[in-house]
């Protein structure tokens, strides 16, 4: 069963622009996290925000999370073109199996 | 180097006729999970294991098995692959149960014929 849901599915935007991608869930959670797939290779973990916390940095990365809303978002500042992939955020069930549930994915295209 | 080995990278077989992809990890992780992932339907889990002889169905488990023997091999056996398993495969790892990131393989994206 699919929990996390990205949004935008795709999104294209001209290097040095800002990319934002949003993840919607839907029952309670320890924590989410993102993940980046470059073509058809393996995901690569970019960042965990854990329940408690509301935001979370790492280098260009900006990943918030609103559990009223059961929402986040990741942003990427200054954006370029090997930034160009799919991302992904997996929710972490809040019960004894752990279970990371991943979203359908947003297609990032940045521009030369 | 901290890894997690998939192999084959390709495969392409026929119906019916049973395969095995092997997983690896170097990094001594308890967790580990066989996702397959298609096109608009992001990740979907296999199976998974929380540690040697340990597995469990995730959401979509009929037609493979798994076996947790070592803890650091994971292999996904698919008895009797139709078409409908041709996917691009992920094998992935974790340290400990939960609130940690996931180390994953490169794929196998196998086609049934």
């Known amino acids: 069963s699919q929990q996390g849901e990205e949004d935008p599915q795709a999104l294209s935007i001209q290097e040095g622009e800002n990319a934002t991608m949003n993840c919607s869930y839907k029952?309670?959670?320890?924590?989410l996290q993102w993940y980046r797939q470059n073509s058809g290779r393996g995901l690569v973990h970019l960042i965990l925000i854990r329940s408690n916390e509301r935001e979370k940095h790492s280098g260009r990365l900006r990943v918030t999370l609103d559990t009223s809303k059961k929402s986040s978002s990741l942003l990427i500042t200054a954006s370029r073109a090997a930034d160009t992939a799919s991302y992904f955020c997996a929710t972490e069930r809040m019960d004894s199996s752990y279970k990371l549930i991943f979203g359908s994915g947003t297609r990032l295209l940045v521009r030369p | 180097e901290a890894q997690v080995t998939q192999n084959p990278r390709y495969l392409i077989t026929v119906t019916g006729k049973k395969l095995t992809v092997t997983c690896s990890q170097n990094m001594n992780h308890e967790y580990m999970s066989w996702y397959r992932q298609d096109p608009g339907l992001g990740l979907r889990q296999i199976y998974y294991?929380?540690?040697?002889?340990?597995?469990d169905k995730g959401d979509v488990p009929e037609g493979y098995k798994v076996s947790r023997k070592e803890k650091r091999n994971f292999p996904l056996i698919l008895e009797s692959p139709s078409p409908n398993q041709t996917s691009l495969y992920f094998c992935a790892s974790r340290f400990g149960q939960g609130s940690e990131k996931l180390f994953f393989g490169s794929g196998t994206q196998l086609s049934v014929l």
């Open positions: 029952t309670s959670i320890n924590n």
């Open positions: 294991s929380m540690n040697v002889e340990v597995t």
